[in-house]
């Protein structure tokens, strides 16, 4: 099993829809995780950070659930400039600085 | 503030032949990564380093080197480049590193090796 696991999508939706990620990771010592977003050929950029249990910016919210293991993202009231892949960041593979990215999910919204 | 920077945005290579791939921060970061990044695999990490004169492997550094002289630079070379190693790789530091801080990623540099 990968050490965090993600649906590539697409995701394809409508313009005011709410939509939902979720990211599995294998490794349950990790204290913190990142939610990246990546635009076509453009580098990744911070989307959120979550901690404890979760965390909320406007029309996103980022949730932690550390019984099952995964990360969530919601993004409610789709708008077509969220059309993007959706990265996230889980527990380090192999040592601490280590980063691991799972393989991104792919959402277009659509008019 | 510049951020993270690569040099060359685009290069083309022929099988065997090398070359460096420039990264450069001022933002004062300790930690540096180099990814590769291609279509289904997303990020994997090459090599990273933690401060001047501190490097270590990734996930996937055979064919690479890397060197970490100041805190500012940390140069990725390609010994003898392979088809294999057509991707895009991006640069990225962090202020305190690992998978407890957030990165900032240079805008890559899309290499093809034919």
């Known amino acids: 099993r990968k050490e965090v696991e993600q649906d590539p999508g697409p995701f394809n939706v409508p313009e005011g829809a709410t939509v939902a990620f979720n990211c599995t990771y294998s490794?349950?010592?990790?204290?913190?995780f990142f939610w990246y977003r990546q635009d076509c050929r453009k580098e990744p950029k911070l989307l959120m950070s979550v901690y404890s249990s979760g965390n909320e910016d406007g029309r996103f919210t980022a949730q932690l659930n550390r019984a099952s293991q995964y990360i969530s993202l919601l993004i409610r009231d789709s708008k077509l400039s969220d059309s993007a892949t959706y990265l996230c960041v889980g527990p380090p593979s192999g040592g601490y600085q280590k980063v691991t990215f799972g393989t991104g999910t792919k959402l277009q919204v659509i008019p | 503030n510049a951020g993270v920077t690569q040099t060359p945005k685009f290069q083309v290579l022929k099988t065997g032949q090398s070359m460096t791939l420039q990264c450069a921060q001022d933002?004062?970061?300790?930690?540096m990564s180099w990814y590769r990044q291609d279509p289904g695999m997303g990020l994997r990490l090459i090599h990273y380093s933690v401060g001047a004169g501190i490097t270590d492997q990734g996930e996937v550094p055979n064919g690479y080197n890397v060197s970490r002289s100041t805190t500012e630079d940390f140069p990725l070379r390609l010994l003898s480049a392979a088809p294999s190693q057509t991707s895009v790789y991006f640069c990225a530091s962090s202020y305190s590193g690992g998978a407890s801080s957030e990165q900032y990623f240079g805008p890559g540099t899309r290499l093809t090796v034919t």
């Open positions: 933002m004062n970061h300790e930690y």
């Open positions: 490794n349950s010592a990790s204290q913190s």
